[in-house]
């Protein structure tokens, strides 16, 4: 690789101390003893001055030295005074000589050498306006950053828990290590690999492993860079960045983010014709243009591919999309095994439990989660992470940071207790619900004053429409113990009340669950506000059929609301008994609710 120097004034500073250390050095060796006249006058009488050379303002010589040898002399030199000298070496019989004083040297460094200074210098300063102005000038260059094969040590074996998208990657490998093996049979790898899927999934962390495998360069920036107030500049962005890959091909672009470049046109408040869809036109341009057999891979991801142009996912563009979903249990497990051989953990820690524990959580959350974990163990002065800080890190991710110190009188206490309470019971009494772990009444986060942790036992993509019922009616228990022991309400079930109406209002919409409805569905796509300018807020549907959907919405919760009051007056010792514990212990385990129903 071609190296760059860089000119730095240090250098000149450096040169000039060198200049003047060897000019001293020289002036040693040849050192020239300066004598007064008078005593040049003397040494003339008595016969010691050999030789002298005069010019018009000294007299330079040598002299015998005073007990050396005969033949040894000294150099002198004097300040000329006696106009009328020579008259004087005539007398003495003394050979001498007239020079011409040279001022080669002199104007040298008098001249040249502060001239040469001041170009050094006014070389410095133009560099640094140079580098500045060369940000201007250099706008329309990509601001990718470039990864060469040596300096990605991610492989596939980093990426743990998307088994399926790594099958699809694996193909691109190959193509990167071996591309003639496709071209024989005529096939053509895809142009574009979009990445798909939610925040944290790891979408990035595929596509570097794609390159750390292929041991190819690796272009990686966001759609967001290549958008700018200058008009033009995206485009001569793209299209830098398209000639540097095919010089350095093969290689892999990676666009992070790319609904921020490639959001679909002719839908912006401002105009179908701004920057954006120019530099989105450019990069459909470039797609279409570059031969995949150059060895140049385009990848990008999203988590909004919905709000992304249809001209970027037609194939011959973004050929292949890949879903980079949320993972299952089984690979919750391998990414919680990946991280944790970062830390110290204990030998015996239950990894599937955890991962019981985790559900919905993605990879950057569990990486989150092992080091939450970490710093507890070390908080508390342990040598190894157990499971204590990993249950206590799940708590303090999902419900928040525990906030022993917030003062609460006994009658909110008191209040929270029966509440929790009530939704452990109503949960434990009804099938198909989620078993319930853990009932704390310590406040947590920004408002939780208390919570209740149900964890799944696995992994769920369909319920049924007497679970969704029954979830209803567990997250309105807390309300119906408050009615049932005080005979009255608070206002800490407005988050139960929101997520009850929720499932309601989905089950009645989008599921098809009202048998006064029927088998309907009323919520409008979810699509881009883009693509929605046209559509009214409240669906496709009449304002008689909007009010029906609202009387269903308020009968489910109803009768829901009246089945979790039914359910804790039956049981209202037991709901008393552990109110009374859970304000002795201020947590409880769902091995101490068991015994609590089964003591009944």
Known sequence: MK??????????LIGFWIVLIAQSYIASMFAVQTIPYSQFLTLLKTGKVVEVAVTANKIQGKMKVDGGAPDETKVFRTVRVDPELSSFLDQY???????????????LLSWVFPLLLFVGIWYFFMKKMGAQQAGFMTLGKNKAKIYMENELNVTFKDVAGVDEAKQELVEVVEFLKNPNKFGELGGRIPKGILLVGPPGTGKTLLAKAVAGESGVPFFSLSGSEFVEMFVGLGAARVRDLFVQAKEKAPCIIFIDELDALGKARGFGAVGGHDEREQTLNQL?????????KAGVILMAATNRPEILDPALLRPGRFDRHVLVDRPDKAGREEILRVHLKKIKAVGDLDVGKLANMTPGMVGADLANLVNEAALLAVRRGKTQVGMAEFEEAVERIIAGLEKKNRLINAEERQIVAYHEMGHALVALSLPGTDPVQKISIIPRGIAALGYTMQVPTEDRFLMKRTELLNKIASLLGGRAAEEIIFGDISTGAHNDLARATDISRSMIKEYGMSDKLGQVYFAHEKRSPFLDAGLREGG???????????EEIKA??????DRAVDILRKKKSILEKGAQLLLEREKLEGADLKALMEGA
């Open 3 to 12: 190296k760059h120097y860089k000119f730095s004034l240090w250098y000149v």
């Open 540 to 550: 496709d549907y009449s304002d008689a059929t909007a009010e029906a959907i609202d």
């Open 284 to 292: 459909l341009v470039e797609m279409d243009g570059f031969d995949p």
């Open 93 to 107: 019989k003394i050979a001498f000589k007239g020079e011409i004083e040279s001022t080669f040297l002199r104007d």
């Open 556 to 561: 489910v919760i109803s009768k829901e609301y």
